[in-house]
C-alpha cells in the first residue's frame, strides 16, 4: 500500500485573498473554514477526491528563507503562453530566482510572494 497527498497547508497573511487567488488559478472552490482563520480549497468533488485540497493556514510572520516546496502547474486548455497571460491578468507576478531565461518555465509568485512554476507541457484536466 502506498500513500496519498490529501492536502497541501501554505501558511498566508491574508487566507481569504489567498484562497480567491489560488481557486481562480486552479478551478478550486472553498469546501471548508475553520474557527482559527483556516480555509480549505479544491475541487468540487472535495477532500479525499482525485486531487489534494490545498489549506490556506494564518501566518502573521513572513518567511525569511526560501520555502523547500513550491507547486508545478500545467495548463489544462490553453498552450502556456495564454495561461501565462491568465495568471499574470488574475494576480501571479514573474519571479527571478536565477533562471537563465532559456528555461521551458516561468517562475511566478502568488500575491503573497509564493513561488510556483509554469510548465510546458499542456496535461489533461482530472476526470470529474
Known amino acids: 500500500m502506498a500513500c496519498r497527498i490529501g492536502e497541501l497547508v501554505l501558511q498566508s497573511r491574508d487566507p481569504e485573498a489567498l484562497a480567491q487567488f489560488w481557486c481562480e488559478v486552479l478551478d478550486f472552490v472553498v469546501l471548508d ?7 480549505e480549497i479544491g475541487a468540487r468533488d472535495g477532500f479525499g477526491g482525485a486531487q489534494p485540497t490545498l489549506i490556506l493556514s494564518p501566518y502573521a510572520a513572513p518567511e525569511q528563507a526560501r520555502p523547500r516546496l513550491h507547486i508545478d502547474l500545467n495548463a489544462t486548455d490553453r498552450d502556456q503562453a495564454a ?5 499574470l491578468a488574475i494576480g501571479a507576478r514573474p519571479a527571478d530566482v536565477g533562471q537563465s531565461g532559456e528555461e521551458p518555465w516561468h517562475v511566478l509568485q502568488d500575491p503573497e510572494g509564493n513561488e510556483f512554476c509554469l510548465l510546458r507541457a499542456r496535461i489533461s484536466p482530472v476526470p470529474s
Open 83 to 87: 495561461e501565462l497571460e491568465r495568471l
Open 33 to 39: 473554514r475553520e474557527g482559527d482563520g483556516s480555509i
